[in-house]
């Protein structure tokens, strides 16, 4: 008869708890791994599309003028965590990212409310070149537009999205147009849309 204080006999109930434990332990890690996963195919598959985009035309006088052209292919792919969107049409002068998108347009008039008064805000990147921009608000976006460039250029985003796509924009607008002033003689200088 064996022993009852042998420390090396295991009681059958004492391999059962183990083997009962191992499989409680291996049944919640497949369960975790299936949520997990089921809930990562829920979000891709409830995740809004970022294929072709139509953009609204607006009066863009100065699209396809040298500094638009010179602008547009040095704008970035990815913009904050948003990729660039092909456009339906291809407008001259128009990128978006994301969904809800971000849209600027290059080449566009002035507007009423950019005068020598208006209050301007300045962005500038990581490296210290910055642009001055003009804060318009519509329902549910905000338009920044750039003045202190040879052409203007409206960066839309929804009230949500903040100021980081228009600081990223800054840089590269900084780095691939001249600066110009604002006004000049009290007067707010023209754009050059050739």
């Not at 004492?14 to 009962?20: E, G, P």
């Not at 020598?116 to 329902?139: M, N, P, Y």
């Not at 960066?155 to 604002?182: C, D, M, R, Y």
Request: hydrophobic share 40%; net charge negative; proline share 10%.
């Amino acid at each position: 008869m064996p022993d009852p204080t042998d420390p090396t006999r295991r009681s059958p109930s004492r391999l059962i708890v183990i083997l009962v434990t191992i499989a409680i332990v291996v049944t919640l890690g497949a369960l975790v791994t299936g949520f997990v996963l089921a809930s990562r195919l829920a979000r891709q598959s409830t995740a809004p599309a970022t294929g072709p985009l139509a953009v609204a035309a607006a009066p863009q006088p100065g699209a396809s003028g040298r500094y638009c052209a010179e602008l547009m292919p040095k704008l970035p792919e990815q913009l904050i965590d948003q990729r660039r969107r092909p456009l339906i049409d291809g407008q001259p002068g128009v990128a978006a990212w994301g969904d809800p998108a971000t849209i600027l347009r290059c080449g566009l008039p002035d507007p009423a409310e950019l005068t020598c008064a208006a209050q301007l805000t300045r962005f500038t990147g990581a490296d210290g070149a910055g642009v001055e921009w003009l804060r318009l608000e519509e329902s549910g976006a905000v338009t920044y537009l750039a003045v202190d460039r040879p052409v203007r250029i409206a960066v839309t985003v929804t009230a949500q999205a903040g100021f980081g796509p228009v600081q990223q924009l800054s840089e590269v607008i900084a780095h691939a147009l001249p600066e110009q002033p604002v006004c000049e003689a009290g007067h707010v200088t023209p754009t050059d849309n050739s």
